[in-house]
């Protein structure tokens, strides 16, 4: 129950920060990736990582797929957003669409599924 609690607050919290990049404002958050090298990139990986790794630990590391070819579904799931998210700065004037912050997205999100699998392991042990 804590965990689906943590991904409800943390996708807000996510949600509010696209919102405010989107429109163009700030926040002291914002200003603060702005300044720290490599922030942003630093951040992507964070961000998504962490809504992978809550995913996937709400989900119970469900694996979809068939065969050898078995893949975490909240891993499928943040990918998707993330991937759709990005895609949309294309459309928004206040925004561009980087490959480097997919990149670490994507880096994010692989460091922070491998996180969850040992999590859920650990669980499962007890």
Known sequence: MIIRLLLVAFSIFIVWLIYLTNTGQSSDILLVVQYVPYGDKAGHVFLAGILALLVNLALKFRMIGSGRLKLPLGTIITSVIVVLEEWSQRYIPSRTFSGWD?????????????????????????
């Open 102 to 126: 997919l990149f670490s997205d994507f880096l994010g999100i692989t460091i922070f599924t491998m996180l969850a699998y040992l999590i859920h392991r650990y669980v499962q042990k007890k």
